[in-house]
């Protein structure tokens, strides 16, 4: 194998720095590390895939359905992206158009699996299935699927399933349902690889890693800190996971000895500082009209939602109308609002203005750049804004305008890591502190986690340096241009 990708959702260089995996905090001491920043608007697995920022593929992890409504979707299939396989190539094709055999296991929002010369198993989330065994159209070439299910792969485990419908509160057998999902996928990805004679590998452990930082990495800084208490199987079994974890990136590192390695993620996980509000700042400045109701309604599906048994909550989400109603909640007069911010994921958010072509709003389009600019000025001299480094700025306009572009924040709301945009609280700025109490899989459950994505992803070559363009962005897009530039010129 030439080049070896693992990817890691959900963590950064702190998270193996803990002592729990010598093999990888060996790899980060010997290879080289590039420093990258996410906006957490733009979905990172898809800006390595592509080598585009959502502006252009439109990968956003919510983004409005632009049908003249304020109508919002979190699904994202990659096959969405406008020109893929034309102006937009995927790093697997590129490489098989270049001679190399490629081996693409698990990496999200890719399904149905595409057509290599290699083998493809396509990863869940983004709008696609999130199951637990392997079917037809997640497998290429159909053959492989077979193998898959002899070796007991598991396509994903995430921490509604586990606790809502495997009932797996017990910590010992919740981390192991996530570290025996490693350990398969690990497993699967070597044979498939040796069997096929890959060139170029690809493959992600994404839910478990990122389901672990979520629970614990506030309850890992209390320890740090001093602050409250913790339940030590909790920790235990994290540190237990994160050692078997190590384990699983050595055999594949050392399997595949003469490869290049990069070892990358999509983002951080944080502990949570504040919520930020964006819709209340927007008020404070007379640029959005208050709805109480709303506001109470919104905030009641939100707190309450938990209660609903995770087998209801699939089948609700099956229902488009239903789903499209929940994810498309307001908490704003939408007819008088000059603009808005759409808070449903947990990430960044940034601020649309209310137009009356794209979202049937009070704004003519020609008016959008004034209204865009008169936000940014008034955030970015707002005392409490400039007191906790919060920055605005009007999207880029070096762009051709598309779909994709339109659909895409008119202001970047630019936070310090722990400050996540909600609007879940009244206030603009509503502080999260560290929660006393230990955090325990019942509490997961009532989404009581303080901890949210982080901007600063991980991003390491080993046994070889970073192959980058002069023009290349320090954003996640810049994994695309290494990979590019490797398989640029085929080796004779």
Not at 80 to 93: H, M, N, P, R, Y
Request: a negative charge; proline letters at 4%; hydrophobic letters at 35%.
């Amino acid at each position: 194998m030439k080049l070896l990708m693992i990817g890691l959702d959900g963590v950064d260089e702190k998270t193996f720095r803990r002592g729990w995996t010598p093999f990888v905090e060996s790899m980060l001491d010997d290879g080289e590390m590039l420093k990258l920043e996410e906006d957490l608007l733009s979905r990172g697995w898809s800006e390595i895939v592509t080598g585009k920022h959502a502006s252009l593929s439109g990968a956003l992890y919510e983004r409005p359905k632009m049908n003249g409504t304020l109508e919002w979707t979190e699904s994202f299939r990659f096959q969405d992206i406008e020109g893929l396989g034309d102006s937009t190539k995927a790093i697997w094709q590129v490489a098989n158009e270049h001679g190399y055999r490629t081996g693409i296991m698990n990496v999200p929002t890719t399904f149905p699996a595409s057509e290599v010369d290699g083998f493809f198993v396509s990863g869940g989330g983004g709008g696609g299935p999130v199951t637990q065994k392997p079917e037809e159209d997640q497998v290429y070439p159909k053959e492989i699927l077979r193998g898959l299910v002899e070796d007991g792969y598991v396509v994903d485990e995430r921490l509604g399933s586990l606790l809502t419908e495997k009932k797996l509160f017990h910590a010992k057998e919740f981390f192991e349902c996530l570290d025996n999902m490693n350990e398969k996928r690990c497993n699967s990805f070597v044979r498939l690889s040796q069997e096929s004679e890959i060139d170029f590998g690809f493959v992600v452990f994404k839910s478990s890693p990122v389901t672990i930082e979520t629970l614990m990495v506030a309850e890992i800084e209390k320890k740090e800190y001093g602050i409250g208490a913790i339940d030590p199987e909790m920790l235990d079994n994290t540190e237990r996971f994160y050692r078997k974890l190590d384990g699983y990136i050595e055999k594949l590192v050392t399997t595949f000895a003469d490869a290049q390695v990069l070892l990358v993620s999509d983002h951080s996980i944080v502990p949570r500082k504040a919520a930020v509000n964006l819709n209340q700042l927007l008020i404070n400045k007379g640029l959005q009209i208050a709805s109480s109701s709303r506001q109470s309604f919104f905030s009641l599906v939100k707190n309450y939602k938990h209660l609903i048994p995770e087998s209801l909550r699939t089948a609700l989400k099956k229902n488009s109308a239903i789903k499209t109603g929940y994810e498309s909640l307001v908490t704003f007069n939408k007819e008088k609002s000059l603009a808005f911010s759409m808070a449903f994921s947990n990430g960044a958010h940034g601020i649309y203005v209310n137009d009356r072509e794209r979202f049937g709003g009070p704004v003519d389009k020609g008016d959008v750049k004034a209204v865009a600019e008169e936000i940014v000025n008034a955030i970015n001299v707002d005392p409490e804004c400039l007191r906790h480094n919060i920055v605005a700025s009007l999207k880029s306009a070096n762009v051709n305008y598309s779909r994709a572009w339109e659909q895409f924040p008119d202001i970047v709301v630019s936070t310090p890591d722990g400050f996540q945009t909600s609007n879940r609280f009244s206030k603009f700025i509503t502080e999260t502190p560290l929660d006393k109490d230990p955090m325990t899989l019942h509490k997961a459950l009532q989404d009581k986690r303080l901890s949210g994505k982080g901007h600063t992803p991980l991003a390491v070559v080993y046994r070889g340096e970073w192959l980058l363009n002069n023009t290349s962005s320090r954003d996640l897009t810049a994994i695309y241009d290494h990979i590019v530039n490797n398989f640029a010129v085929r080796e004779k």
